[in-house]
């Protein structure tokens, strides 16, 4: 059974940092490319940052220069690092593990993890 569990969510100040976890079961890890989204209230969910199994990465512009996601195979766990955080992140934050496979792509989520930057 597939596992995606995102943590590290929270309360910040405009300008403060956080770093999100997820750790994923049930899978092989190291050939999944994983995401981070995010979900705002009345907004639809955005693709934030991704990075292939290759270690590619990629991010959407508003969170360019502020958030940094990395991999850690060992320990089937991705992260973003959020730094110099805005109120326009608040969001709901969930975590993805996808690969391309014949007949498609296989998708998981996790449950979200909630990120709210306000003094």
């Known amino acids: 059974q597939v596992h995606i569990v995102e943590s590290g969510g929270g309360l910040v100040q405009p300008g403060g940092s956080l770093r999100l976890s997820c750790a994923a079961s049930?899978?092989?890890?190291?050939?999944?490319?994983m995401g981070w989204y995010r979900q705002a209230p009345g907004k639809q969910r955005e693709l934030v940052a991704t990075?292939?199994?290759?270690?590619?990465?990629n991010y959407v512009d508003s969170v360019k220069g502020r958030f940094t996601i990395s991999r850690d195979n060992a320990k089937n766990t991705v992260y973003l690092e959020m730094d110099n955080l805005e109120p326009e992140d608040t969001a709901v934050y969930y975590c993805?593990?996808?690969?391309?496979?014949?007949?498609?792509?296989?998708?998981?989520w996790g449950q979200g993890t909630q990120v709210t930057v306000s003094s």
């Open positions: 993805n593990a996808n690969r391309k496979v014949p007949t498609g792509t296989i998708n998981h």
């Open positions: 049930g899978i092989i890890f190291s050939v999944y490319a």
């Open positions: 990075i292939t199994s290759g270690r590619s990465t």
